[in-house]
Structures are given as structure tokens and as C-alpha cells.
């Protein structure tokens, strides 16, 4: 009985992270379509640079965001925060589901950015709720729900993307309000008496918070293994679209299908394989197996000109993710019960920060690459660049001691 009592809560917050990833993965097919049908006459590099800006525009408001939506959990409780991030979701999808312009289509990725804090205050509830013991394979299984999300949401965004490039939004704004209605039913609040703070403005910001914490058990190094990371990885959500048009013509639907791999090999990779790897290597190991793997893998997938290669190698380039759970384990730890919130809106940031850098950046790279004029065409130099950054990291986290 008390076994059930305590994972009733585990699954309502990763049913949460489930419809909130299908949310984000149903538009990643049609986005070249979206923007090229706002985009008069432009081409998919065009529309790439377009999406990139806006892509980074909403990475901004959620690192300015999301260190004062983490804190705030920590004083008025994680389902609030949540709750409020779902209801404005909904009305984010469907400005982009009605929007005729480019500005319109800022606007709600201003609005998206400001309240994206579902995934980072689920994470939140998950630390917790669980021991010291327990993070790193339930921070896996909130990887996994969100891997599925990304296996049902591509394929049913690539489906709808062939009715046109805005019926995904819809949907999307559909499984938000889903995802709302469910939490307020079932979801209990997990912040208690001991563990709420006070609210602190200092660290509702994100270079307050980042201060405040980097202090705390060799965090500082942490974070910059996790944002170079974060930077190296990004680049799927960036550029993968853009990158298979034009290197394979992929169509809407072929995208969704080699998300959907992807995303079933996420889910496996996290829900199933983190407990048994963390168990033979230990953490420490199983976090640098993931950033060697996560090199390769991007090295390679610049290289790779036939897509058939392409879908065959993706369940090794998803097994790099396994550095994804002990990574943020070894940082909650670290952080201390009383500032989980915190640290996942620290995390929140820096991941917004990788947002901010790699979709303009890469996808200008990209640009440079892809387009009949570009003096040297490799249209995989972003995922060769990221490579570069995955292998500082790793080289960072070797000078990390072990942690105690």
C-alpha cells in the first residue's frame, strides 16, 4: 500500500511531461513549412535563420524567466507554477496556430518563453519526492515520458503537417489544456513546510541565482559541463528539420518518422537502461560513456550523406543521452532539499541559454553551408561544431572530483 502512495506521484508528473513534450515535438515537422508560408518567396535556409531568431527569442524570456518561476516554487509549491505555465501554453499554441506574420509569431514566443517552466518544476517535484538514492533513475524516467512525448508528438505533427502547417498547433493547444485539467485533479502539492522558502529576489534572477548556488558543492563547474552540453545537444531541436530537407529532402512526414525513432530510442535509453548502467559503472562513468558516445555521434552525423545510414544510427546517437540523468542527479544533490526549485530554474536558464546560442548561431552556420552560394557546402558543419563543444565538456567534468 505505502509503495503505491508513494509512486501515484511519479506517474501523474510524468504523465505531465508526456503531454507537454508531445506539445513541443507535434510542431518540430511543420516548423520549415510554418515559416516559409509566413515568409513570402523565402527558402528553407531562409526560413532556417527566421526560426532560429525566434527560436532564441523565446530562449531569452526563459532565462530571464526561469530562475523567478523556480524560486517561486520553492515558496508557493510546484503545482501553482505548473498550472500557470499549461493555461498560458494554450493560448501561446494558438497565437502560432492564427498567426499570418512573423510578428505575430513573436509574440507568442515571447508569451511561450515567459512561462515555460512545466519541464523544470516537474523536475523540481521529482527531486522532492525522492532519496538521495533514487534521482538519477527517476530523473531518467522523467527523460523517458519526455522521449515518448517525442515519439507520439513528431508522429502526429508529421500526420497533421500534411493538412497544412498549422493544424499541429492546434492539437497542441488541445494537450495543454488536457495536461492542465489532469494536474489540477491529481496532481498533490510536494513542497512541505520544511523544505519551502522564503522568496528571495536576489536569486530570482538568473545571475543572482547562479551566484547563490554555483557556491554550493562544486556546482559552478557543473553548470558549465551541463550548458556546454546543453549548447553541443541543442542542436537537434535547431537544426534537424532544416538539415534533412536539404541534405536527404525529407518531407513533413519523413521528419516526424525519424523523430519518432529517436524518441522511442530516448525513451528506452532513459526509462530502462540509466538504473542498470548507473549500477555496473557507477555515475561518474556512465555520465562520461554519454558525452563520448554524444561526440561520435554528432561527428558522424555531419558526415553522413545517405538518410537510410542516417535512420540506422540513430539509436546509438540517442544513447548519449544517458548522461543526461546522473548529470542532473549529481547537481541536485549538491543543491540541497531546500533548493531544488531553484536549481531547476538555475537549469531552466542555462538550458535557455543553449537555446539562445545555438538556434541563431547554428542555423546561421547552417546558412553558410547549405545554400548554392556558400563556397564550401557542408550542410552538417553545425553538428560537427557541436561536437567540438560536447568534447570541452567532457574535458571539464574531468577535472570535477567524485562526489562523496
Known sequence: MSKSKINFPVVIILMTVLLDSMGIGIMIPVMPELFKSV???????????????????????????????????DRVGRKPVILISLIVMVGYYLIMAVAQTVWLLLIGRIVGGITAATHATASAYVADISTSEEKAARFGLVGAAFGMGFVLGPVLGGLLGEFGPRAPFYAAAALAALNALSCAIWLRESVTDDIRQNFDWRRANPFGAFQALAKLGGLRDM????LLYSIGTAIYAAIW???TEVRFDWSPGMIGI????YGVCFAVVQGALVKPFIARFGERRTL???????????????IITNGIILLMMIPFAALG????????????????????????GVISSLNALAMMITPITMTSIFYAFSTDDSAFYFPGMPFFISGILVLIALLVFFRIPSQK
Open 258 to 261: 525519424s523523430l519518432t525513432i
Open 321 to 344: 543521452v544517458i548522461a543526461q540523468p546522473p548529470l542532473q542527479a549529481w547537481m541536485s544533490r549538491a543543491a540541497g532539499d531546500r533548493n531544488q526549485g531553484a536549481l531547476q
Open 39 to 73: 515568409l513570402p518567396n523565402s527558402t528553407t535556409a531562409d526560413a532556417s535563420v527566421w526560426a532560429g531568431a525566434l527560436a532564441s527569442i523565446f530562449a531569452l524570456m526563459q532565462f530571464l524567466f526561469g530562475p523567478l518561476l523556480g524560486t517561486l516554487s
Open 241 to 243: 528539420p532544416f538539415f
Open 288 to 302: 562520461i560513456y554519454g558525452l563520448v558516445i554524444e561526440v561520435i555521434s554528432l561527428w558522424l552525423i555531419s
Open 223 to 226: 553548470f558549465i559541463v551541463f
